[in-house]
């Protein structure tokens, strides 16, 4: 996966919560071979809505999603991340995240950003005010700003979570870091193992 | 937490080792405080249900397969078990299965396609093909892969992601599980088979009394089964939720390995099974926990409700949902009655059967049909019933039709089919249609498992084919 460092730029404003995975990604989508393409399953169901804010033309080319709270809770599907991440969404914000929503998008390189409610609240605000305001992620401070706004907060973002985002590690990246003992484990297997 | 990084719990240096941990402690290639261990896998199944995204990941980030040749796939889940020379109907499953040819062309791995002499039920090829071997890790993106615990092996299901990973590194990041001791002492009455055995284990274990362990089957009654009856209990460890099952290897083991296409030969042969040898549970190795039952109780099991562990011997009646004690498991039954259409007192032997079907990866190996064959020999199926038999793969086609049981069943009014996983999960067009009943050899009751409204009553082989006989549920004796 791709590093990240800093996210930079405009969000769509998500103004719901209990925003589950079957509604991010419908099950229909599951039947399908690929790992790209579901971009265009994200809110598939909403999308039809024309007041939908997905379909909100002022809010075309925002990279971050902003959410309310519970955003990625029900079934463990990963496609939930793809989604959010294929339509072009580098990290979401929320006050509070399914558990494995958030672990599958750190998986990803998705940047889950779990501020607290006020900080929450007051993006949404302003985001739905302005869908211009600018908005800065950092990963190596943990920290979202918005200068017009005078907002600036942290979030937390565990060592380890922040070592895969910053260094582009997903799982296999991690285990590829010992790549010289499995070299040297496969060395000395049994040759009767072939 | 220290515990949690060298592998499974009672694993003491130099102290007595189970089987479970022997296995483990040869596999770790990487371990570190307070992280899962890094098990290096021996063996990796692949099919076309969970792994097309796992290779799609690959495509994504260039990475290859590290051992290919340690990698070997086959089309089983969905494939179609009549009429296989014509292209799969059904969308989806031939999008899986021609997505399934084109990565294995494209990233160099062996698959074995329908048609194939080889190909088959992902847990019936890797035994028969002799790439299951003792000592082992083997991983599938498939829960029943605890079946290749028979060899004393390491098997265990994994997620597409995780087959992703396996395809790349070769190897699995693992936390620690309790270790499990499940004893059959004694010896079987006649008559009672090695489906039977697990479903006895079921019932003791409850579906939920496995959970975060690997099990060891051992004693007498275990020792006693061939690899076809080991493999048919360790394929349902996972029913009463442990991750693996495991059986220490003996010479019933090296005797079914030995000459088989990728077993060892020659003087590695011998190097491999002294090493095997060395692969049994220490004395006074201990267990997180255990579990005995006595072999001479064992008689001819079925299921009633909708999980593995609601079992009862089939000489019994429709439990009474108010005669359980604990209220969880109270409710469950009186849910698992509504659905399965049945009324508490009841006996089972009189509940008619609209479906038999006899395969799946738990029960389609040529001692299964071995089994159903001798029951439905000079028989007749029951006038209306559907019944198929569906085996394991075309090595196991292959083997019946040259001891002419095929002939047998077809004789007798059966149904004999392709190799595949057909009804055990009808991903297929072998489906049961709403409120209809099944005997079924496979692993798993749940609700619509074997087709939306379908009613499933897992059985052995031999149960199998007297009740296809009968129209009702019997075991052979009762056909006499
Ligand atoms: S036979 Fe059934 S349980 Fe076995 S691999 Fe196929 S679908 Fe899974």
Redesign the pocket.
Known sequence: MEPVAIVQGTAVPLDRSDVDTDQIIPSDWLKRVERTGFEKGLFSEWRDGEDFVLNNEEYAGANILLGGPNFGTGSSREHAVWAIQQYGFAAVISPRFGPIFKNNSTKNGLVPVEVDTATAETLMAAVQADPTLEITIDVERATIEAPAIGLASTFDLSESIRHRLLNGLDDIGITMQQVDKIGSFEGSRPSYMA | MSEETTGPKTNIENGPRTIIEKVWDRHVVHAAEGEPSLLYIDLHLV?EVTSPQAFDGLRLTNRPIRRPELTVATE??NVPTADIDQPIADPVSKAQVDTLRKNCDEFGVKLYSMGDINQG???VIGPELGLTQPGMTVVCG???TSTHGAFGALAFGIGTSEVEHVLATQTLQQSAQETMAITVNGELPEGSTAKDVVLAILGAADTGGGIGAIAEFRGPVIEALSMEGRMTVC?MSIEFGAKAGMIAPDDTTFEYLKGRPNAPSGAEWDAAVADWKTLRSDEGATYDREIIIDGADIVPYMTWGTNPGQVLPISADVPDPASFEDPGASDAAARALEYMGLTAGTPLKDVPVDTVFI????N?RIEDLRAAAAVAKGRKVKDGMRTLVVPGSGLVKKQAEEEGLHTIFIEAGFDWREPG??M??A?NPDKLAPGERSAST???NFEGRQGRGGRTHLVSPAVAAATAIAGTFATPADLD
């Open positions: 099919h089983d889940h039920i992902v847990h498939d829960s029943h394929n395969g799946s990866c738990t389609s996983c057909s055990c999960l991903m496979s692993n798993r």
